[in-house]
């Protein structure tokens, strides 16, 4: 890849003290930074983190130009590769404009609403299961606790492998993989996270690769053998190199985010009684021990509360692409090679699009709610690349809220910590520890 565009001097922003530039104020608080950009430059500024420059977009019309992207100048690839590229290469997400409307027509089909359905039954049975254990435990550290929860049901509902050595032994290398997206050091130092990160995914591919051929032909439901005979409509397929690095991305993409959502839901619930209330009595109304994605129609509640902490705590806080040609971008005019960031909280956050927009209120969400602008909620994106997997999502969110908030009263664990990791995804610094107390439905 070519070096960054460094001309961006004409745009409004600044560049911060030599050689580190703002990075350090960056990692103390991305949140206050970026609204200390907005404030101080509007809506599209220049900005210099991690040794790059970067365009920052906070606004809904830009955003919606840079995702739909129709004069197809802004590469995702480009944008995400030197992130993303080294661990997770030629995933969805780092694939541009032809070659990924096919890699995403074949994709499709496993994202299909009878596949959605397919993957329910699952969902449901071991959200009940986890929350079961919790409950039973009285308490538990939340975070920590649901991306493990989240990595059981993976390894069933994605990779088809039931719970056992197999699934744990898998689940171990994934972690691995993942720490190492969020590792300082990206050398291959004998022993340190990029390392075993690297060694992880070495493991994976292998283990992928060894399964493919009895997955292909073969008739289960999950994600991994639905991916292994999946064909566009014209009957294009997936060669076995591509499954594996598919499965591998679409593992990290749906890991971290949901557990993040998840978490930032529970937060603003535990500061919200009455909300916390409403979902309950809402819960308890359908009041089945068994759902499916039929039921959660009767769940509208639960759907709005969902939406807003993705409004107010996105998992996915920036939505990067590097422009492959000058282009214009709102009143100003951007070099070629230029990275360039929507900033998702920037959009969330606009007082024009959305009224006191720091407070959790899911009414903004009820039916018949107007929405400002078409772009001002983009927690899964938008575009050519918007998330396969947000119905995914979505769906297994609602599921495990359901029996979470049907089986448990959840209060804190002592005084509700405030603090927020922000990346790579929104974290509670103190793992939201919970105490969970059973309840009768009323
Ligand atoms: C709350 C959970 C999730 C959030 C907030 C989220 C957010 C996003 C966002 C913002 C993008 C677009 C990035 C861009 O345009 O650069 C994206 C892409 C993607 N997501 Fe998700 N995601 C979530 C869950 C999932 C799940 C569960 C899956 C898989 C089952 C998934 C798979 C993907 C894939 C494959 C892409 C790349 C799509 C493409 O490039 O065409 N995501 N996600």
């Not at 009285?138 to 975070?143: A, I, L, P």
């Not at 969020?182 to 990160?197: H, Q």
């Not at 599921?399 to 089986?407: A, D, E, K, P, S």
């Amino acid at each position: 890849m070519r070096d960054d565009a460094t001309d961006l001097g004409h745009l409004p922003g600044e560049d911060g003290p030599p050689i580190i530039g703002n990075t350090l104020r960056f990692l103390r608080d991305p949140a206050a930074e970026d609204r200390r950009f907005r404030a101080q430059y509007g809506r599209l500024f220049r900005n210099r983190t991690f040794g790059r420059r970067v365009v920052g977009v906070a606004d809904a019309e830009l955003a919606e130009q840079v995702m739909l992207d129709r004069g197809q100048v802004l590469s995702s690839r480009d944008g995400w590769g030197h992130l993303l590229g080294p661990l997770f290469p030629r995933g969805l997400m780092l694939r541009d404009f032809a070659d990924h409307r096919r890699h995403r027509q074949i994709m499709q089909a496993a994202f299909t609403r009878q596949a959605l359905q397919s993957y329910c039954a699952d969902l449901d049975a071991q959200s009940r299961r986890g929350v079961g254990a919790w409950v039973a435990a009285g308490q538990v550290t939340f975070y920590p606790a649901i991306k493990s929860l989240l990595l059981e049901m993976a390894a069933v509902t994605f990779l088809g492998v039931p719970l056992g050595d197999e699934a744990t032994r898998l689940n171990r290398w994934f972690i691995e993989l993942f720490a190492a997206g969020a590792a300082a050091l990206r050398a291959p130092v004998p022993g340190s996270t990029w390392w075993r990160g690297l060694r992880a995914r070495r493991r994976l591919v292998a283990w992928f690769e060894a399964a493919i051929p009895e997955r292909r032909g073969a008739t289960g439901t999950d994600l991994f053998t639905l991916l292994c005979n999946v064909s566009s409509e014209d009957g294009d397929r997936f060669t076995d190199d591509e499954i594996v690095d598919h499965m591998i991305f679409l593992m990290v993409a749906a890991h971290d985010t949901t557990a993040s959502a998840l978490a930032s839901l529970l937060w603003y619930l535990l500061q919200a009684p009455d909300w916390a209330a409403r979902l309950a009595a809402e819960a308890d109304a359908l009041g089945a021990d068994a759902i499916d994605e039929a039921d959660l129609e009767r769940l509208p509640l639960l759907d709005q509360a969902l939406r807003e902490a993705l409004r107010l705590n996105p998992p996915v806080r920036y939505i990067v692409r590097r422009t492959v040609e000058a282009c214009p971008m709102g009143e100003h005019a951007l070099p070629a090679r230029c990275p360039v960031a929507v900033i998702v909280p920037g959009v969330h956050e606009d007082e024009a699009l959305w009224a006191d927009p720091l407070r959790f209120d899911p009414d903004r969400f009820a039916p018949g709610q107007a929405r400002a602008h078409k772009a001002a909620w983009i927690p899964f994106g938008g575009g050519a690349h918007t998330c396969i997997g947000m119905r995914f999502a979505l769906l297994q969110a609602r599921i495990f809220l359901y029996h979470l908030l049907r089986q448990a009263t959840v209060e804190s664990a002592g005084p509700l910590g405030q603090r927020w990791r922000q990346v790579p995804v929104p974290m509670p610094v103190d793992g939201l520890p919970l105490r969970l107390t059973p309840r009768s439905p009323s």
